[in-house]
């Protein structure tokens, strides 16, 4: 009786398929259906390709699902059978539990890139079939369950001991390496050689701490997944998915050592390169070389520009061999990095152009004493971006490159050569003082001065015949250009005591009436101390000598 019902199936599956043909005819004009795989108890049974009866292959993978739920528990002891059928030229295979259907196979389901037959596939269904028969009755065993349970609570509590171990024994030797590093750091106000291994040392075993813990992991859910039937397929897949990453990575890392090789091959020519640019450029730089269009005073910042054009001429043409030069995400890092130097370079631009043309102005280096854009003191940095100066409240002050070109630079060390540079200082002094007498005195202090050369000497000028003074200003050569300010404050000490040891007033006097006597200097005082009567007129010594 059972085998007249499985052929009343067979012929009733034929007559479904045949009745689904014309509705499926304009459907397989249409481009094919998607594969999907019926998977039973986390087990791969056959991956279906074909329509039966109009029903597509997610259908019919929807349909074998539907008629495994609604099996009874008593199913469970019923055998797998198989019944052949035919409709038209097209072959089939029912597979049916005892006597109730599950699914069919039929000939369009073989993989045409696959080297199978029919008659392959449906082996291969029925020994899988068999599988997850034999694992449905262990899933209902109460013993195998049992065991599984036992297995996975043992796996449980080894692997909380295990990881609490691990975390304990890390721990300690992390403390260990940061206690022995800060002794190094301690110990040396340098970055020594054991400090570094230490801190090296200290990072390698936090990733270790935690590659332990993951490794820990993974064995646990593999162990306890394949401790029971239905997760088991999970359990090997997850053995499967670790040997193929690994196996992936080695392969990956041997197809990539020629490309890596020809990488590490051009970046050692680059260094070759860029170590035979900086002997030619320290050459320069020293005076050993000298070569047209090269000064010793730009000769930095080219080295710098020859070598950032050299690096990226090599790692330009090194990029195409690294691994995975192709692949989208490197693409995506070129086209993010490319947009945001683009939207951010406008200004970075900027100052990298201004500091070229400081660099190679000449206008200014590190130790002059520069007054720019109202800032006075000694430049102790001219970078690309920006100057730093440091004024004489020890102050750090910095000057955007950008800023600085805009801006008169007044260089008070460009020009002091031998002769020093030049400092002056103005007083007013009305018409009743000897103007050889202020001349003279004004002379005497820059002499007395500490900081002001004797040569070239001091001299004085008459700037303005105002309307109630005359305004004399005093040139003096200092030695050092960063003194500037403490020479001059003590020189204005010194012109004070000179005109005070004289009765000379220092004050620029106003009138509201014109006063009772000519305010003049009598003859007889004209050559009145410290004046003599060979003070020269006008000074000998021009502005260009003093500077």
């Not at 369950?145 to 024994?169: D, E, K, N, P, S």
């Not at 005497?444 to 002001?452: D, F, K, Q, S």
Request: charged share 15%.
């Amino acid at each position: 009786m059972s085998r007249i019902t499985s052929i009343l199936m067979a012929f009733f599956v034929g007559w479904l398929f045949a009745s689904g043909t014309a509705c499926a005819a304009a459907g397989d004009a249409e481009k094919p259906d998607d594969a999907v795989t019926l998977r039973i108890l986390n087990r791969d049974i056959v991956t279906m390709r074909a329509r039966i009866g109009g029903f597509t292959p997610q259908s019919r993978v929807r349909r074998a699902r539907e008629r495994l739920q609604a099996l009874p528990d008593e199913a469970i002891a019923l055998p797998i059978n198989t019944v052949q059928f035919q409709s038209g030229d097209t072959r089939g295979v029912q597979f049916l539990l005892g006597d109730l259907p599950l699914f069919s196979v039929v000939e369009g389901d073989v993989d045409p890139e696959a080297k199978q037959d029919f008659g392959a596939l449906v082996k291969q269904t029925q020994g899988r079939m068999e599988e997850v028969h034999g694992a449905w009755g262990q899933m209902r065993s109460r013993p195998m369950l049992l065991h599984g349970l036992a297995r996975a609570i043992g796996a449980t509590l080894l692997f909380c001991v295990l990881v609490w171990v691990a975390h304990r024994g890390m721990a300690r030797s992390v403390a260990f390496m940061e206690k022995r590093r800060d002794v190094l750091a301690a110990r040396f106000t340098y970055v020594d050689w054991r400090e570094f291994l230490a801190r090296l040392a200290v990072g390698i075993l936090q990733v270790l701490q935690w590659f332990i813990v993951l490794a820990l992991t993974y064995s646990w859910a593999q162990f306890v997944l394949a401790s029971f039937v239905a997760t088991a397929p999970i359990a090997h897949d997850l053995g499967d998915w670790l040997v193929l990453k690994i196996s992936w990575l080695a392969e990956g890392a041997l197809d990539s050592l020629p490309g890596l090789a020809t990488v590490l091959l051009v970046l050692a020519f680059t260094r070759v390169i860029v170590d035979l640019l900086g002997y030619l450029f320290d050459a320069l730089q020293k005076g050993r070389l000298r070569l047209p269009m090269f000064h010793p005073e730009t000769v930095g910042a080219t080295r710098r520009i020859f070598t950032l054009f050299v690096w990226c001429v090599g790692i330009a043409v090194a990029y195409p061999f690294l691994p995975g030069a192709s692949s989208d995400v490197f693409k995506g890092l070129s086209v993010l990095f490319g947009l945001m130097v683009t939207l951010g370079s406008t200004g970075l631009v900027t100052q990298l152009m201004s500091g070229m043309v400081v660099v190679y102005s000449r206008s200014l280096h590190k130790g002059d004493f520069v007054d720019i854009n109202g800032v006075q003191g000694v430049v102790t940095e001219v970078s690309a971006l920006a100057t730093k100066v440091t004024n004489v409240r020890n102050d750090e002050i910095t000057i955007p490159n950008s800023v600085v070109i805009a801006s008169p630079i007044h260089n008070y060390s460009k020009l002091s050569g031998t002769l020093g540079t030049l400092l002056s200082t103005k007083v007013t002094i009305g018409y009743d003082a000897p103007w050889r007498q202020v001349h003279a005195l004004l002379i005497e202090a820059a002499g007395r001065t500490i900081g002001v050369r004797a040569t070239p000497a001091p001299y004085v000028y008459q700037r303005a015949l105002s309307d109630f003074y005359v305004e004399y200003e005093l040139f003096a050569s200092i030695e050092n250009p960063a003194d500037r300010i403490p020479v001059l404050s003590a020189l204005h000490a010194s012109i004070q005591d000179a005109f005070n040891e004289h009765g000379v007033q220092i004050m620029s006097p106003h009138f509201l009436g014109q006063p009772e006597h000519p305010v003049v200097v009598p003859k007889g005082q004209w050559y009145a101390a410290p004046a003599s009567p060979v003070t020269p007129v006008t000074p000998v010594t021009p502005v260009s000598a003093a500077s």
